[in-house]
């Protein structure tokens, strides 16, 4: 029973870690109004509210995060936590349900469509912040707690998409360069559907996918580099994704990609 209690004691600084994370990004970040317009929020109050509604959002977790991290711990804070948890959950359906290609936009800039991850996330913070309710004190073990509250930032680290590109993407890329066939080969001519799976596998390509309206449309060889054409539509009209992809490696994180419109080159 003591360590049950204990363990509730912890969660509060769980919640409040993550809601301080996700109200930082919101309230402080430099493409926060970027990424709420292309939210869920986007479609549920209109693109011209969004990011009034966004910062809005933001101020709210903060407020939540702060008093569940500053002494002492009231079940009053950890319920507000819930129903902001609870509120995500709705959130997220309605996203699935009205505008399923939309991003979270939770805890980073990039699009990631709501998906089962996004959920699972939202149940844990709403299980734990109702576990912290529970708790009848503060956590009076801190190594021990340092450990719980990393490991369950970890588990909530895991369980977002927009956050992979820190982790999971550099895990993957290691893990080609070990065990591709082709990681260190440097004599041996690749064919052009192997360098369109490189391709797929690259940043660079993840992040215009949105943009791309159709497939291969071109593709040539220059030295050690082989282009790719595909064409795309931006804000500002239709244009030509143009890839640079090793052309005798497999080295997905050496991609590039240049966005040609029809009056200038942009380099992204």
């Known amino acids: 029973m003591v360590a049950v209690e204990w363990l509730a004691s ?5 919640v409040g870690v993550v809601l301080l994370w996700a109200s930082g990004f919101k ?11 292309r939210s869920v929020l986007a479609k549920l109050v209109g693109t011209e509210r969004v990011v009034r509604a966004y910062r809005a959002v933001g101020v709210v977790e ?9 002494p002492p711990a009231y079940p009053a804070e950890a319920y507000a936590a819930a129903v902001l948890s609870a509120a995500m959950l709705a959130y997220l359906a309605y996203g699935k349900w009205k505008a399923p290609d939309s991003s979270c936009g939770c805890l980073g800039e990039k699009h990631t469509p709501v998906r089962g991850r996004g959920f699972a996330r939202a149940g844990l913070l709403l299980v734990t912040s109702a576990f912290a309710a529970t708790a009848t004190g503060a956590p ?3 190594f021990a707690t340092l450990g719980v509250v990393l490991v369950e930032l970890g588990v909530v680290v895991a369980l ?6 820190r982790w999971l993407l550099p895990l993957r890329r290691w893990r080609v360069r070990v065990r591709h066939p082709l990681a260190t080969t440097r004599a041996v001519e690749v064919p052009v559907e192997s360098t369109v799976r490189q391709l797929w596998k690259s940043t660079a ?3 215009v996918v949105e943009q791309l309206t159709s497939d291969l449309l071109d593709h040539w060889d220059e030295g050690e580099w082989r282009l790719l054409a595909y064409a795309a539509r931006t804000p500002s009209g239709p244009a030509t994704a143009v890839f640079a992809v090793p052309r005798l490696a497999y080295e997905p994180d050496r991609v590039r990609v240049a966005l040609v419109p029809e009056e200038e080159v942009a380099l992204v």
């Open 205 to 207: 390509y993840q992040s």
């Open 140 to 142: 009076d073990r801190p």
């Open 27 to 37: 309230l402080l970040h430099r493409n926060a109004s970027a990424t709420a317009r």
């Open 160 to 165: 977002s998409p927009e956050l992979d590109h």
């Open 10 to 14: 912890t969660q509060h600084v769980v």
């Open 62 to 70: 903060a407020v939540v995060a702060l008093l569940l991290l500053a």
